[in-house]
């Protein structure tokens, strides 16, 4: 409860709130984000069928009266299938985040403000895990994981959090040696305290853009790796999945691969819209 | 006062573009003539508005306005931008507060001299460089070709401000207006320089708007001085009479220094209040 | 009792570039206990550097120092032996106030984390001594003036009750009128707590107004010591 309530203050919600919306950018981002949130929640009521009904009957038909978005080479609804398919696609990334940036934080912060050895350690293997291709490595872990849902999260996200530790490593350093933070020690405050409630709220902004622009990258990895099956298991919808399926047949019934594509690219772009918007007001000009 | 001021403005005032409020400086109206004109005022007295006012150079929020502003026999109220950009830093030049965030970090001494003189005359390089090496000499920069190819981080601050002031003379301006030249300065350099921006003002016959927080050494240096105060310029007088000021707030700001005389006594503090009812 | 002792302090500033600088030289330094002392000279003279070593904030340093008796070391700062007893005011409080934390939260979290009984009421004394309206507890370092930052660092300064101040050039980033009101609010203070204060400045104004004695700094070492005869000509007018 006190950890959830410091979280709170530190991101202090309710000024943020009321300056993204002067941002028209991020109030366009995050209110497709809230639509397509609302619409992954609300899935069964949405839904005009059972994302997993197959009728053989029916496969491949292109959008019309019977089926919005037509059907997949399985026979099944492509518009429901696309409702269902935002909860793993959004889940898992919000997942992949969750673990990744608090991973990447500890250890830039650490490092940061540590200095020495500590740092040297931390950073080269941060260099180490960067300077793979992303996708490779995230196709080794997940080979390594075993292929399934959490696993492709955990695999994405072992990729990811070196950006965090970089990130949040120049800012401490940045404020290492600032008046407050001597201030603050020269009144006992030290050690975790120090980190999490001095140094942690400098790198925070910093964090939040970075994530909303990851989550765009995160959902292209996760797909990719959907895509050669190392993600989520069929039958299970995931925007991912259903390109590559759709791949298939794609000069014939281009639709199949195209329409979840459009829908991770419309989130991608409102992933980036809510990031630039939220750089902007992270700007100290913006008071 | 000559009959025939370098700059007279009347009625200048300055505000936000959205233009609700009352405006942020004026309006008032000044003459700067021959001699050094102190600006001075605390920060938040609209002192820096009103410089930038002079050289049209406000942020896009805010707007100037001005009855007349007449330069020599130039009126610059109703210019253009582009008319502005060939009086500015030719005709009326400006030296700011810190080198190390005016200069670029990027381009040599010589690069940045020589760019503000490319900007405003046709010449040939050599007949640049022979200027850029002349204006060097006057603002007192040692070894000026080799200096030349030195970048801002390896001058010293007493050096940064030279520079500076070497941009901002390399084309003759008429006027010079220097916003806290030297507050980034320790005193005895703050000295120097401001001697030697005396003396280059007087050489060439150029005037010169010295804006600072700093009232002995304006009063030391001007010979009219403006006294601002919440946007306001709630007193005119000599320099040198500046310790006899009659208005309260120009009073209050000379005896609220501290200095060896008012060891165990409170500094005497001002009453915004009283001032605000003796300025209105 | 002596309030700072020095001996022989030297200290140096390593950077890869241009390798070692001495930027104090075997200086000798004593503060008695209740007087307000000063330090000037010019920038890079190495009296900020003397004031941080005693803070603890520069620890690469040679020599003997001791604050009310207390030997410090170079690689092990007494903190906690010394939480109560020095405290430092900044130069520029718009650095030294962190700026995502309401004044509230800096000024209690000191006092929690000491366990000092009645925080809260701590708090209402802290700003009260500092001339500030407890409503200010819920602003943040952006939404206040220059002045009301300084009195929000000198208050948080105070809350453990120091016996030994230090500050370093407390008003050299504010108007000469909120400097006035600063300078005398310090003097108050500095009676109503019977601190102990070193005082660091290049306003010689500042130093003759506050000091009983100051030392003039040259090159990190001293180069003259002031006493108050002295000092009450020294600002000049």
Redesign the interface.
Known sequence: MNLSAQLFTLIDFAPRLRRGLRSPAATIGASVLLIVIIVAAFAPWLAPSDPLRQDIALRLRPPGAGHWLGTDNLGRDILSRLIYGARPTLGIAALVMAAAAPIGLLIGIVAGYVGGWTERVLMRLTDIVLAFPQLVLALAFAGLLGAGTFNGALAVALTIWPSYARLARTETLSIRDSDYLAAARMLGIRSSRLLWGHVLPICLPFAHVRVALDMAATILSLSSLGFLGLGVQPPTPEWGAMVADGSKVIFDQWWVAAVPGAAILIICVAFNLLADGLRDLGDPRHG | MAEHPLLHVQQLEVRRRDNREAPLVGPFSFDIGSGATGLVGESGSGKSLTARALLNLLPPNLQAHSRQMRFGDRELSTLNNREWQAVRGAEIALVMQDPRHALNPRLTVGEQIDEALRLHVRMRTTQRLDRVLQVMDEVGLPQSRQLLKHYPHQLSGGMGQRVMLAIALVNRPRLLIADEPTSALDTGLRNQVLDLMMQLADTHGMGLLLISHNLPLVARYCKQVLVMYRGQCVDRCAGNALDQATSPYTQALWNCRPSGHTFGHPLPVFDPESIEANAS | MMAIDCKALSADFSTRRSGTTAVLKSVQLRVMTGETFGLIG??GCGKSTLLRIL???HTRWRGEVSIFGQTLQPDNYP??AL?ST???V???PY???????SVGRALL??LK??NIPEPARRLRQALDDVGLPPSIEQRYP?QMS?GQRQRV?IA??L??RPSLLLLDEPTSAL???????I??LL?QLKARYNMTMLLVS?????I???CDRAAVMQDGAMAQLLL?EQ???????
Do not use: C, K, W
Request: hydrophobic residues 40%; negative net charge.
């Open positions: 010019p920038s803070a603890g904030l903190r906690n939480l020095v405290q430092m900044f130069q520029d650095a030294s106030l962190h700026p995502r934390h979290e000191p984390v000491n952006h220059g660092a948080r300064a809350l453990l108007d000469v009128s909120v400097q006035a009101e300078l005398n003097n290049h306003d010689a104004g500042v003759a107004h506050m108050r000092l009450a000509i020294y600002g000049g007018t």
